[in-house]
């Protein structure tokens, strides 16, 4: 069983910055397949960014260049570093994680392949 609580949502100006933090237990997770997913308000979930055990990093296009994925296995915590944020970019973001062999681009289009889940955090970027 794996355990993900994600934390460093809030509200942020346009332009500005902010950290996600996803806190990570359970056996054997470092082999997991992790990913930051967004629900926006009337929207169907979405993946932004996806880290195979590997290093492997993968965005969708509309975060490429202002959102990085990385993870500290000493920590077992995966984290989002989203700047340059914008007023689309509100959303409520999900860590999640799957056991599933995947590449990057398999994991951002599905969602379905991935068992465990955070509780959501609320980012709002305001224009």
């Known amino acids: 069983q794996i355990h993900l609580v994600e934390s460093g949502g809030g509200s942020v100006q346009a332009g500005g910055s902010l950290r996600l933090t996803c806190a990570v237990s359970?056996?054997?997770?470092?082999?997991?397949?992790k990913a930051w997913f967004r629900q926006r308000p009337g929207k169907e979930r979405e993946g932004v960014a996806a880290?195979?055990?590997?290093?492997?990093?993968d965005y969708v296009d509309s975060v490429k260049g202002r959102f990085t994925i990385s993870q500290d296995s000493a920590k077992n915590t995966l984290y989002l570093q989203m700047n340059s944020l914008k007023p689309e970019d509100t959303a409520v973001y999900y860590c999640?994680?799957?056991?599933?062999?995947?590449?990057?681009?398999?994991?951002?289009?599905?969602?379905?392949?991935?068992?465990?889940w955070g509780q959501g955090t609320q980012v709002t970027v305001s224009s």
């Open positions: 880290i195979t055990p590997f290093g492997g990093t």
């Open positions: 999640a994680a799957s056991q599933a062999k995947m590449t990057t681009v398999q994991a951002l289009g599905l969602w379905f392949f991935f068992p465990y």
């Open positions: 359970g056996y054997n997770h470092g082999r997991y397949c």
